[in-house]
């Protein structure tokens, strides 16, 4: 498994936006499926988004349909997720992870290596 290391937490309004990025060790996009969950303080870790290795295939929770995209650049060790229109119920650590598979996957028992996670906290 490729490990990963995420970047681009912080803080921000309500209504804001934040660009997450996941790092890997090596080349992902021809192997991995990569995902996002976040944990919110005293919650369980949560899906967020995951994408195909190809790229051509996304999954969103319901909770950030239409303000948060999932993407990554073909040849390049990194996946993005671009969050708009954040919420303080975004509130976070969000982590990402991979799986070597072709077919996306929601699940976190499903993923087998993890970052360490990065905190976002939108203020109201």
């Known amino acids: 498994q490729v490990a990963v290391v995420e970047s681009g937490g912080g803080l921000v309004q309500a209504g804001g936006s934040l660009i997450l990025s996941c790092a890997g060790n090596e080349r992902t996009d021809n192997l991995y499926v990569m995902g996002w969950f976040r944990q919110a303080p005293g919650k369980e870790r949560e899906f967020v988004a995951a994408?195909?290795?190809?790229?051509?295939?996304?999954e969103y929770a319901d909770s950030v349909k239409g303000r948060f995209t999932i993407s990554r650049v073909a040849g390049e060790n990194k996946v993005y997720l671009q969050m708009n229109s954040l919420k303080p119920e975004d509130t976070g650590v969000y982590y990402c992870?991979?799986?070597?598979?072709?077919?996306?996957?929601?699940?976190?028992?499903?993923?087998?290596?993890w970052g360490q996670g990065t905190q976002v906290t939108v203020s109201s």
């Open positions: 992870a991979s799986k070597v598979a072709s077919v996306v996957a929601t699940h976190e028992n499903q993923y087998g290596s």
């Open positions: 994408i195909s290795r190809s790229g051509t295939s996304t």
